[in-house]
């Protein structure tokens, strides 16, 4: 994984800011670090984000049992250890003593207990339901989830109803986070503004639409961390923030669309910049049971008309990966073996005429539906002007997100933009969420795309140890969804950061989009 980062990084042109190895330098404590969001998270309780922009915060107030480092492992935060049993059904966490929540109370294992049935309950279930008892009790036919059990005041027992393989993923992901029943229960909704978690630091304050601050936790289990006071900034504009942090106002923010090249000749911002990976892919889905596109012949069509190096190249200026397959190159389990459908205009003619549509004659324009963005619109574009030279009318239709989503949802979008963001590091949550069968529908499979075979396939690896087998199955999965053409991957995501060369101890995970960087703001120190 680490080769393929470099690779990408290399890639894009640019270089992590501050990545050149060197003398280890002991962090100074002190300081505050002044980040920046395009958008007020909204909200601060781990039950209820579903956003990186509030999940930027809640990793910072909360701790969950177990963290993904920077390689993306899942390893002990709030439990010291944990035990899996040999049929991988049964994991046995033990906590750290003395772990006190923000309030001054000692952490006990009945707060785990709590924590997981209040967040399954919340906005994502789907983070609890492979523990046994977990659909009862989130349907309401159960006081509790019969598989969460308290053994002592530092252990507790998670039982599965099948083994899942990436299931420590889960635990490791914030909508695991532990909060304390009294204060979440006293604040109510109010929990939302006002948290309080275990974390490095503390919340201290939230102006809507202006900043949220966080203090530094004297008395977190790692110790103190070394930034006094974290700031995030809330700064819609791309540019006001670019122009933010070239005053000096910022301490790190995004690269605004278009301004790659433009960061890349400058003097001084080219040794600021870090570009990276991350789990993300930007896609084309088509629904395969809307006319014309239940004819695997019209999507082939489209998808060999369409040249994505033309989006990656002119209007990302190459700071994104160009996409291959589905899978993120950043991805544990990726396989540069996975092809994508070649660029073949002939190709795209030939299908079109035996799909029934020689010239493109009889298709009619087909509605393109989309996000509002002013890269989404520009993109449009360029995959209107592309479809064209075989004859394809592609008609654009722009809609907020809402609304977007909605008509996709509800399968009335024949052919739509959707990207999709890892929630964490597995090939599961991008193939089985995304064209298993079972998830047709809001649930993740919006291109309504059934398969046995690839159901089959999907199951099996879900259920297997981590290794090549596992890996094996998720890679023929992947080529049989891309030949059957109900996805188009157009590019792979990267986040486009400007951090000061003071900034030290800020890791470039691949769950991190700047300006929402995900990583633990713990490590981070201020070299000045």
Not at 348 to 358: D, I, N, S, V, W
Request: positive net charge; contains cysteine; hydrophobic residues 45%.
């Amino acid at each position: 994984m680490r080769r393929t980062l470099t690779l990408a990084l290399l890639a894009a042109g640019l270089v992590a800011a501050g990545a050149a190895p060197g003398p280890a330098q002991a962090p100074r404590a002190g300081g505050t670090l002044r980040a920046v969001f395009g958008a007020d998270p909204p909200t601060l309780d781990p039950a209820h984000a579903t956003d990186t922009t509030s999940s930027a915060v809640i990793r910072q107030v909360f701790d969950g049992l177990l963290e993904l480092d920077e390689r993306l492992v899942p390893v002990p935060a709030l439990a010291r250890s944990v035990a899996r049993s040999p049929d991988g059904r049964v994991y046995t966490f033990a906590l750290r003593p003395g772990v006190r929540f923000h309030h001054g109370r000692e952490l006990r294992a009945d707060d785990v207990k709590y924590s997981f049935e209040r967040a399954a309950k919340g906005k994502r279930p789907w983070v609890f339901e492979k523990i046994a008892g977990a659909h009862d009790f989130i349907r309401g036919g159960a006081a509790g989830i019969a598989g969460i059990r308290v053994v002592d005041d530092l252990t507790v027992e998670l039982r599965l109803d099948r083994p899942f393989a990436p299931f420590l993923h889960l635990i490791a992901y914030d909508a695991a986070s532990v909060v304390p029943r009294e204060e979440a229960e006293k604040r109510g909704v109010g929990f939302a503004s006002h948290p309080v978690g275990t974390g490095a630091f503390r919340f201290a304050s939230w102006r809507r639409d202006d900043q949220v601050v966080l203090e530094r936790f004297r008395e977190h289990f790692r110790g103190p961390a070394p930034l006094e006071r974290v700031v995030f900034r809330i700064i819609p504009a791309e540019i006001t923030r670019f122009n933010e942090y070239r005053a000096g106002q910022l301490d790190l923010t995004d690269i605004p669309t278009g301004q790659c090249r433009a960061v890349q000749n400058d003097p001084r911002l080219k040794r600021e910049a870090a570009v990276w990976p991350t789990l993300g892919t930007h896609g084309l889905r088509f629904n395969v049971e809307r006319p014309p596109f239940t004819d695997p012949r019209v999507r082939r069509a489209l998808a060999h008309a369409l040249d994505p190096t033309l989006v990656v190249e002119r209007l990302l200026e190459g700071c994104v990966h160009p996409a291959r397959g589905i899978l993120p190159p950043a991805l544990p389990g990726y396989s540069p073996e996975v092809t994508r459908l070649a660029f073949d205009r002939e190709r795209a003619r030939r299908l079109l005429a035996e799909a029934g549509f020689p010239g493109g004659r009889g298709l009619g324009p087909l509605a393109f539906h989309f996000n509002t963005s002013d890269l989404n619109q520009r993109i449009a574009e360029v995959l209107q002007a592309q479809l064209k030279e075989v004859g394809v009318a592609l008609e654009l239709r722009r809609l907020d997100w809402a609304a977007h989503i909605k008509l996709v949802d509800d399968g009335s979008a024949g052919f739509f933009r959707q990207g999709w963001i890892a929630d964490y590091p597995d090939p599961e949550n991008f193939l089985t969420v995304l064209f298993h069968s079972r998830n047709i529908g809001a649930a993740g499979n919006t291109s309504r795309y059934r398969s046995a075979a690839v159901d089959r396939l999907l199951d099996e690896a879900d259920q297997m140890a981590t290794g090549p087998a596992r890996f094996q199955r998720y890679h023929e999965a992947e080529q049989a969804i891309v030949d059957a053409a109900a996805w188009i991957s157009l590019y792979h995501y990267a986040s486009r950061a400007l951090i000061k060369p003071y900034v030290r101890g800020l890791e470039r995970s691949a769950l991190s989009s700047a300006p929402e960087f995900l990583a633990p703001l713990r490590k981070v120190w201020l070299d000045r």
